[in-house]
């Protein structure tokens, strides 16, 4: 931990990036609807009348710049405080600290960078100092706060979302670095627009990673009397293989997978492909991949075409054998069939409904017709005593109820007129009418 001031000093042996955070709102790129003129954190800011809050968003949007600007502005204390380095003890030190300041009519605003990597204990830490005034907080995280931050804590806390910046606004990052003294303007870099474009595009919304790579491109350049050239070659190695937001463990790996199966269940094949290769790209196991398209072949395909199941396991057992790079083809085989395939939920509602009548209805007794007699007594308690053998009927079906009486009544499946369900429903409807003779 540590406190923050307006004199931190920038040597130019630093990352480019942290040479040039921003130290003013003026200078602070994208967020507009945060940040334009008039907007509410803009006030609260510019006023300093802060209250805890929290800041989301993917990573190298400017969370910790804003903290950094508020340093700048508050007439409070402000201290910088770590969730990768610090624990109880630390929080206990710094909490001490800050109710001390505020007997003396001195506010604390404690920025807590990564939030989501304190656990339950840590965060509750934080919470009477934050009921009582103490501190105000400012938790910056890259997580959903709803499932990485103690509801009790959240909801002291206003949650402001930051976006990933347009490429627009990286352009314009970029540009500044090229021209100011912190950055490159005193070197004379000689680099087109379209290079500048192309880093902007690669970097996918993450300004430290497009001022990380212009700053590796910069330093391969090729350096003569006139300047630093960039050059293309130079360019395409640095920007060589595309850093996807993916994190195996966090939201964005449940967004990109809910994607999948959403396109798949709107019969989107494109689009669908185009999610599966971006979670593959991103480093996702394909087995994960192919048991969920398991999952779908049931939950929306269904009896519309069985067949889907069969090729979903078919596309499991081919990424088993071969893994990445090779099954991706085997995936997109799946994925182009499950999505093409007619659609029918009718499986998984017969399965929900069902599930809530087992949890919410009393446990009913197998009916005796459905029992097994195997020992003398069971015979006696007449186990099995009017059961109908359906391969004894030219029909191959019987009148026997086979539900518990309570639920005779029930219906869970009920088949839809897509593909091959069509005429599975068929069938369903004669098997009734036949029963109800």
Known sequence: MEQMTLFDERPQTAPLASRLRPSVLEEFAGQEHLLGEGKMLRQLIERDQISSMIFWGPPGVGKTTLASIIAGRTKADFINFSAVTSGIKEIREVMGQAENSRRMGIRT??????????????????????????????????????????????????????KALEEADIIKVLNHALQSPEGF?????????????????FANGDARTALNTLEMAVLNGEISAEGIFVTNEGLEQCISKKSLLYDKDGEEHYNLISALHKSMRNSDPDAAVYWMCRMLEGGENPLYIARRLIR???????????????????????????????????????????????????????????????????????PLQLRNAPTKLMKDLEYGEGYEYAHDTEEKLTHMQCMPESLSRRE???????????????RLKAIKEWKNI
């Open 412 to 426: 869970y499946y009920h088949p839809t007129v897509q593909g091959e369900e069509k005429e599975v429903g068929s």
């Open 185 to 201: 303007g005193t070197q004379n870099v000689r680099i087109s627009e379209r290079q500048v474009a192309a880093i902007a595009a």
């Open 109 to 162: 605003v404690l920025f807590v960078d990564e939030i989501h990597r304190f656990n339950k204990a840590q965060q509750d830490a934080f919470l009477p100092f934050v009921e009582k005034g103490s501190i105000i907080l400012i938790g910056a995280t890259t997580e959903n706060p709803s499932f990485e931050v103690n509801a009790a804590l959240l909801s002291r806390c206003r949650v402001f979302v930051l």
């Open 296 to 366: 779908f072949a049931s939950e929306d395909v269904g009896m519309a075409d069985s067949r889907a199941l069969q090729v979903a396991v078919a596309a499991y057992q081919a990424c088993h054998f071969l893994g990445m790079p090779e099954c991706d083809v085997h995936l997109t085989h799946a994925v182009i069939y499950l999505a093409m395939a007619p659609k029918s939920n009718a499986l998984y509602m017969a399965c929900e409904m069902c599930k809530q009548d087992v949890k919410n209805l009393r446990a009913e007794p197998v």
